[in-house]
Antibody, heavy 118, light 110 residues
């Protein structure tokens, strides 16, 4: 079955960087787009980024454009989220998810917590 | 402020039916597929409905989805206490070139 597992979260000071990883299995990773979605404590879901199956197309929510970069390594079945210039409002559980053909998330993992605080 | 508008909460008795609405615009719901997600307390969201009205394998037919114009609706029949959760609609917004979610609806089964 589809499985994704996120890692790399932690506590980081404002303005610093962090890289999240998401290891996928149970499906043909190299044929699937992948999303990052986040959820701040006690808040709703917020879509963050999408990368196409081949990495050639990337999309971001406005609030992270220019600061976050999504990438993937199909040889490792892994998608990444490089987060620079972090802000306190980026504090959330970050989850990755396989993409449906409709460009919406399908199966996603438990997530990794990112806390931005001084 | 979410791009998609959902009621903050709905409630109904066990065995009854409930609907959850999701309102958007022509740049999102009006021209793209809608998905619905269930998030039980302390767990990751789970896909309930995709492509407006399709259920993934393993999702009971008590859950249904529909779309009309710039609005979508999730229906749940034969409510069970185990259905208490937060429900989110999601779609692609062609103007933003981004995914968007509703603010979520908390379902209480009284």
């Amino acid at each position: 079955q589809v499985q994704v597992a996120e890692s790399g979260g932690g506590v980081v000071q404002p303005g610093r960087s962090l890289r999240l990883s998401c290891a996928a299995s149970g499906f043909t990773f190299s044929s699937s787009g992948m999303h990052w979605v986040r959820q701040a404590p006690g808040k709703g879901l917020e879509w963050v980024a999408l990368i196409s199956y081949d990495g050639n197309n990337k999309f971001y929510v406005d609030s992270v454009k220019g600061r976050f970069t999504i990438s993937r390594d199909n040889s490792k079945n892994t998608v990444y989220l490089q987060m620079n210039s972090l802000k306190p409002e980026d504090t959330a559980v970050y989850s990755c998810a396989r993409s449906l053909s409709s460009s919406l998330p399908d199966s996603w993992g438990q997530g990794t917590l990112v806390t931005v605080s001084s | 402020q979410s791009v998609l508008t959902q009621p903050p909460s709905v409630s109904a008795a066990p065995g009854q039916k409930v609907t959850i609405s999701c309102s958007g615009s022509s740049s999102n719901i009006g021209n793209n597929y809608v998905s619905w997600y269930q998030q039980l307390p302390g767990t990751a969201p789970k896909l309930l409905i995709y492509d407006n009205n399709n259920r993934p394998s393993g999702i009971p037919d008590r859950f249904s989805g529909s779309k009309s114009g710039t609005s979508a609706t999730l229906g749940i029949t034969g409510l069970q206490t185990g259905d208490e959760a937060d429900y989110y609609c999601g779609t692609w917004d062609s103007s933003l070139s981004a995914g968007v979610f509703g603010g979520g609806t908390k379902l209480t089964v009284l």
